[in-house]
């Protein structure tokens, strides 16, 4: 319930904040602090020191230009949720932020704090996955962009090296313009047990030009659906192309069942919910 | 004076206190010097202790003292159970406060940390150092009860803590009846999760000899009788207070070892000492609900009409005897399984098992849901097996208005009631066939609607004392009330009752408004202090305003008689001829002349003129103790969507109508209903304690146990009748459990009701969306079998 004793350290810059990381082995970034600090106070976390970033400002902007969407890492999710701009150019975004936790969590918890914490049921995986975001790093040895694809590992793990800080996270532009995401909340814990992030562009015949669809919660990996958007491809959304992408995209996961939740009802919720969005895709 | 309160919506007086942080809870208690406590628990369900080493954690800076089970025992009794029913072979096994040879579940307190800081307890808890040889753990009461299973306690054999039978003989009907069903059902095991986790703060006066315990407690009478003997503290010098409490629900009934060993270290120290458990110590540390395997049978005609029902009843005790444990499962339980209908046969046989899971005790409802679930149940099966609407299965045996008081199988005599009434309206409310006919039409697209019926009646307000005693309650039932007039016209009401959230700091003093023509704000109500109220025996099992409120009713007429005799002789008039209306004394038929309760009270307390032989003051004291107990009774419906793809249950309607009697305040009755009903659908589709193999609890935090949240409920549709109560002084009967009893029952029968045309007929709750699912799919499977 308290967690082991810890230093607490606010950075200004970017540079402070590296130079704080690169001196403590065992220090960890502060951002929203709503994984670390339940993690800590169950002692599951024992960081000798925290680092917090949020006041950084190059971290707490939202930039749009002609072929991007630059979310800085410190930017809160009712930030989000309220950016006007954001909300005509990738609705997405906004409503998959409205559906995460509750009013509390979505005032403090970050974008960048939930890329960093890399849970594998996050709402927002499925959208940087789906939507081909890069995650902008810079550490020691300088800035890597890391695609989307590239970044989780395993669960509550990414490819970022300790030393280095998530800056922020792009979203090219222009993405199709018909776009959702599903969520099928956990009765408990309300993260998703399968949330689905979906775009489609189609051409003047209605047929598919563009798709991409990404599933979070189900698997023990969110994961792209590359299967269900192939099939989508070049087609017509009818009745039966939709529920065959669904079938196929569901099947690319890799599914744990745990004593509430089997695996073979994660991979048919998966296969729902990829279908609804799909279909509210079409309708829309 | 010109509208009366009573009856009135009234809003909550505790209420500001509540919703601006001033509330005076457990936590919230600060002293000077204060010592905090942090438990160590047992990480194994089940074993040995070989040693403990804390050596490492008493030199750490700040801490005070670290105590284990082997040195207290012999300085500090076991906890004791308080519910021993008659002729059940009860086993009452010993319950250290800290374990010291053995532990019997994960959560056992092993040591407690004494240190100047809650954070500093903390770390010393890592510091403790303990050698354990784990035992097999079982945590199933059937697979404890079989021969191979892990033993508990030597001086239990077979796991079994109590055999309890009752009723009269069904053998002979049910072979005689042209229909029988049978059914297999798992009441599983809740968690109680009240908002407020329980606390304890304790202050040791080495100069009197006083102890003040700070507890979380719905009774703290109870538990000064219960630490007095535990600690060997004399009453007169035992305080406790449990003025603020975040709600109970059953689990601050139990004594528990955590508020004996806070009081311990105070006493042993010289210094106070507060402790407050975590959420995840709460998931394992405090006692649990309900947790059941019943088989349960009914007998009946082809046309309807039920012969006999019998329960044989497997219930999950714990590894410990919890306060009330005993009595949930039987007495709680056994004597209602006919629930509202008029059954001339029935029995119920109950096995009381250890293993190795928190102890279980009350649980909002206690042993009543558990009864109310099993009959509604059955009900909608024989209604299936005759193939007869539940409705009309269930208006053919319900309990007719003329049969009132009826006494029932087992000897109860239910008080007052219109059964019939109650289901005429809510059906009326629902539009019975409009929406069978919508459940036909969805049905053929493909969309699964079902509703689900209980028509429940269930007791509280338990009493008199002397059945109390009858079925083994180590108590009594009756309670305390005092109306303490002030000399400027304010009053003080004390109740030995022990609200934690009811509201009745609000419903008494409407009460006494009512019957001293007082304005509300006038009155205050003091209770949760033993030092300040009569010995009373607290709140639960929906007794507060029954049994409490009938003392008060009584205290507060005794003060209108006194006050009477004085305004006659104030008025010189004889006392007969004085009327008391809307806070005035005046002569019969004339206001001309007339005096004010006020200026009574002043002439009371002044005694300049008091007529001869009546004392001075203005206060009165009662002892209710109420006649029998009291039933209310009525009809909820619940109508629910199940999406076949994902298994998920929604809630469209939820209609209930109650009768709790004459009701004193209908705002709260309204909100004591809401969060019942909230709380039993939370058993039917959410809510549910799992274990694993090594009796893990593996449901331990609210990421995996999943309590009913606000978005999961349509408006709640409500009505009631009104059936006053002859058993006491206000007519009214208790309403803080019925909808947890009513709605669990409900809701599961409506979910049943949608998936019959699929083809499933059993299903263990919670019905999660997995379970619902995978139970669709093998009902599909067995059908694609078949064809």
């Known amino acids: 319930m308290i967690p082991a004793a810890f230093q607490y350290e606010r950075a200004f810059s970017v540079e402070e904040a590296l130079t704080a990381l690169a001196s403590d082995p065992d220090a960890k970034l502060l951002s929203g602090g709503h994984s670390l600090l339940p993690m800590m106070k169950l002692r599951l976390a024992r960081p000798t020191k925290l680092i917090d970033i949020t006041r950084i400002p190059e971290l707490c902007t939202i930039t749009i230009e002609s072929d991007r969407i630059s979310i800085g890492a410190a930017v809160r999710y009712h930030q989000v949720a309220g950016d006007r701009r954001l909300a005509d150019v990738m609705p997405l975004l906004g409503e998959a932020v409205r559906v995460i936790a509750d009013p509390q969590v979505r005032h403090r918890g970050t974008i960048g704090g939930s890329a960093a914490h890399a849970d594998p049921a996050s709402d927002l995986a499925a959208v940087f996955l789906a939507s081909e975001a890069e995650f902008r790093v810079l550490g020691p040895r300088g800035e890597r962009r890391i695609p989307a694809d590239g970044w989780y590992v395993a669960p509550l793990v990414t490819t970022l090296e300790p030393d280095e800080m998530l800056m922020g996270i792009d979203f090219p532009r222009p993405l199709s313009s018909r776009q959702t995401y599903l969520k099928f909340p956990h009765p408990a814990s309300g993260y998703a047990l399968a949330g689905v992030a979906a775009l489609l562009s189609l051409d003047a015949e209605g047929r598919v030009r563009k798709a991409s669809v990404a599933v979070t919660g189900a698997a023990s990996m969110p994961f792209r659906a590359e299967a269900a958007a192939d099939r989508l491809l070049g087609q017509t959304l009818t009745k039966d192309v939709v529920r065959e992408a669904s079938e196929l995209g569901s099947g690319e996961g890799e599914y744990t069942g745990d004593v509430q939740y089997s695996a073979l009802y994660r991979q048919n919720l998966a296969r729902v919910m990829i279908q609804r969005a799909l279909e509210r895709l079409v309708q829309a | ?787």
């Open chain 2, 1 to 787: 004076m010109s509208q009366s309160v009573y009856g009135a919506r009234v809003r909550r007086k505790e209420d500001p206190r509540l919703v601006t942080g001033h509330g005076q809870y457990t936590d919230d208690v600060q002293l000077p010097g204060l010592l905090y406590a942090a438990m160590l628990r047992s990480p194994h369900a089940h074993a040995r202790i070989l040693s403990i080493d804390a050596r490492d954690a008493e030199a750490m800076p700040g801490v005070v003292k670290v105590y284990t089970g082997s040195q207290l025992k012999g300085l500090v009794a076991p906890i004791p159970t308080a519910w021993i029913p008659p002729e059940s072979d009860l086993k009452m096994v010993e319950h250290p406060v800290l374990a010291y040879d053995r532990v019997r579940y994960a959560g056992d307190g092993v040591a407690m940390v004494v240190a100047e800081s809650r954070a500093l307890a903390e770390d010393a808890l890592d510091a403790i150092r303990v050698d354990y040889e784990a035992l097999p753990a079982v945590y199933d009461q059937v697979r404890a009860m079989a021969t191979d299973a892990p033993q508990l306690h030597g001086d239990a054999p077979g796991n079994v803590a109590l055999h309890w039978t009752v009723g009269t003989d069904t053998d002979e009907v049910f072979r005689a009846a042209d229909v029988v069903v049978s059914q297999t059902i798992r009441q599983q095991r809740l968690i109680p999760n009240p908002m407020e986790p329980r606390s304890a703060a304790a202050l040791y006066n080495g100069a009197t000899g006083e102890l003040t315990l700070w507890a979380t407690s719905q009774n703290p009478h109870i538990h000064r009788v219960l630490v007095s003997g535990v600690l060997g503290i004399p009453e007169h010098r035992l305080r406790i207070v449990s003025t603020d409490v975040g709600g109970g629900f059953g689990s601050k009934i139990a004594c528990y070892p955590d508020e004996v060993l806070v009081a311990y270290a105070a006493r042993d120290l010289g210094v106070p000492v507060k402790w407050t458990e975590t959420r995840s110590e709460h998931f394992t540390a405090t006692s649990h609900g309900r947790d059941h395997v019943d088989e349960v049978q009914l007998a009946g005609t082809r046309d309807g009409k039920v012969l006999a029902v019998r329960v044989k009843a497997y219930a999950n005790m714990g590894a410990y005897l919890s306060t009330a444990g005993p009595g949930v499962p039987t007495i709680l339980f056994g004597l209602i399984v006919n629930g509202a209908y008029d059954i001339a046969h029935a029995s119920a046989e109950v096995y009381g098992v250890f293993t190795n899971t928190t102890p279980v005790d009350a649980y909002r409802g206690a042993g009543r849901p558990e009864a109310t679930f099993l009959i509604e149940r059955i009900m909608d099966r024989y209604a299936a097996a005759i193939q007869m609407d539940p409705v009309e299965v269930r208006r053919r045996n319900l309990i007719r208005r003329e049969q009132f008081p009826y006494a029932n199988p087992f000897g109860l005599s239910y008080d007052s009631g219109d059964y019939h009434q109650a289901l005429d309206k809510a059906l009326a409310m629902l539009d019975y066939p409009a929406i069978r006919r919508e459940q036909e039409a969805l049905r053929r697209q493909g969309k699964y609607i079902g509703i689900g019926f209980s028509t429940y009646v269930e007791m509280c307000g338990l009493g008199p004392s002397q059945v109390a005693g009858a079925v083994g309650f180590q108590g009594g039932l009756w309670e305390s009330a005092m109306v303490r007039v002030h000399p400027g016209g304010k009053v003080s009401v004390f109740t030995g009752a022990s609200p934690h959230g009811q509201g009745e700091e609000t419903t008494f003093a409407q009460i006494v408004a009512e019957k001293l023509g007082l304005p509300l704000e006038d009155i205050e109500v003091v209770h949760g202090d033993t030092n300040r109220i009569a010995m009373g025996w607290g709140t639960y099992g929906s007794r507060t305003t029954a049994v409490g409120g009938g003392a008060l009713a009584l205290a507060a007429d005794r003060v209108v008689a006194k006050a009477k005799t004085i305004a006659a002789h104030m008025l010189e008039i004889p006392e007969e001829a004085v009327q008391f209306e809307e806070g005035r004394f005046h002569p019969e038929g004339s206001r001309d002349r007339s005096v004010s309760f006020q200026e009574v009270t002043l002439q009371a307390y002044l005694a300049w003129n008091l007529p001869a032989g009546v004392e001075p003051g203005l206060e009165a004291s009662a002892f209710y103790d109420p006649t029998n107990f009291t039933y209310p009774f009525g009809t909820h419906i619940a109508v629910v969507s199940v999406d076949a793809e994902t298994g998920e249950t929604r809630l469209m309607r939820y209609i209930a109508v109650d009768d709790c009697g004459p009701t004193i305040n209908p705002m709260i009755v309204e909100g004591q209903i809401h969060g019942g009903i909230a709380q039993g659908v939370g058993q039917a589709l959410y809510e549910g304690a799992v274990y694993d193999d090594d009796a893990q609890l593996v449901t331990g935090s609210f990421l995996d146990y999943a309590m009913p949240k606000a978005r999961f409920f349509p408006r709640i549709e409500l009505d009631h009748t009104v059936t006053p109560s002859p058993h006491n002084p206000l007519g009214v009967k208790g309403v803080g459990e019925t909808g947890t009893i009513a709605s669990t029952p409900a809701v599961v029968n409506a979910v049943m009701d949608a998936l019959a045309p699929l083809g499933v007929d059993d299903l263990a709750m919670p019905f999660t969306p997995a379970r619902v699912w995978e139970a669709i799919q093998a009902a599909e499977g067995r059908k694609g079998g078949q064809s």
